[in-house]
Nanobody, 115 residues
Framework: QVHLVESGGGLVQPGGSLRLSCAISGSIFRYNAVSWYRQAPGKQRELVGTVFPTGPTAYADGVKGRFTISTDIDMNTVYLAMNSLKPEDTAVYYC?????????WGQGTQVTVSS
């Protein structure tokens, strides 16, 4: 059974930084891709970015240049480093692993950007 556990969320002031972690069961190379999503109150869940096991990453336009996804292969962990945070980045952040036709989600971690 696949488990994804996000951590690292919290309250941060505008302009601040946070790094989220997504610990994944099994080797990252098992999956086609690992993505970060977020869902703000009253809004649909949206894609933040994706990392592929071979290395490439892709980001939504609203976070390009501010957010960075990286991986620790040995720790089976995917990170989302968030800089220059804005109030509109407030959301529950989820990671998702895709393995062929199956998708696995974590429980989410809350990020609140407020002064």
């Amino acid at each position: 059974q696949v488990h994804l556990v996000e951590s690292g969320g919290g309250l941060v002031q505008p302009g601040g930084s946070l790094r989220l972690s997504c610990a994944i069961s099994g080797s990252i190379f098992r999956y086609n891709a690992v993505s970060w999503y977020r869902q703000a109150p009253g809004k649909q869940r949206e894609l933040v970015g994706t990392v592929f096991p071979t290395g490439p990453t892709a980001y939504a336009d609203g976070v390009k240049g501010r957010f960075t996804i990286s991986t620790d292969i040995d720790m089976n962990t995917v990170y989302l480093a968030m800089n220059s945070l804005k109030p509109e980045d407030t959301a529950v952040y989820y990671c998702k692993a895709r393995e062929d036709d199956s998708e696995y989600w974590g429980q989410g971690t809350q990020v609140t950007v407020s002064s």
